[in-house]
């Protein structure tokens, strides 16, 4: 499985982009996706994550009310629309499939996409 995001940039504050995240083929759907980001010095955190039945999201604080995580199973794509973004999510961003346990801890998360650069101006 190969994860390849894009959407990334740079970007006013008050701005907003949408992240997206397409899967090539696989074997068999992952229960839910997920999004994180690392900034420079910084440890990579959990910024949201989507079960791709249903419509179970979960969210970081940080972004809550600002995020949207979104998917379209039959374009094995998972969607991140920010809005109303600050300084502080200038970050790379990664999506990953989710294998077993929590959604905020990257060791839940088997593959990961190469990450795509977010860059909130003041």
């Known amino acids: 499985v190969q994860l390849q995001a894009s959407g990334g940039g740079l970007v006013q504050v008050g701005g907003y982009l949408r992240l997206t995240c397409t899967a090539s083929?696989?074997?068999?759907?992952?229960?839910?996706m997920g999004w994180f980001r690392q900034a420079p010095g910084k440890e990579r955190e959990f910024v949201a994550a989507?079960?791709?039945?249903?419509?179970?999201?979960t969210y970081a604080d940080a972004v809550k009310g600002r995020f949207t995580i979104s998917r379209d199973n039959a374009k094995n794509t998972v969607y991140l629309q920010m809005n109303s973004l600050k300084p502080e999510d200038t970050a790379v961003y990664y999506c990953?499939?989710?294998?077993?346990?929590?959604?905020?801890?990257?060791?839940?998360?088997?593959?990961w996409g190469q990450g795509t650069l977010v860059t909130v101006s003041s």
């Open positions: 083929r696989r074997a068999f759907a992952p229960y839910a």
């Open positions: 989507v079960e791709l039945i249903g419509d179970m999201t």
């Open positions: 990953a499939e989710h294998t077993v346990g929590s959604y905020y801890y990257a060791t839940s998360y088997d593959y």
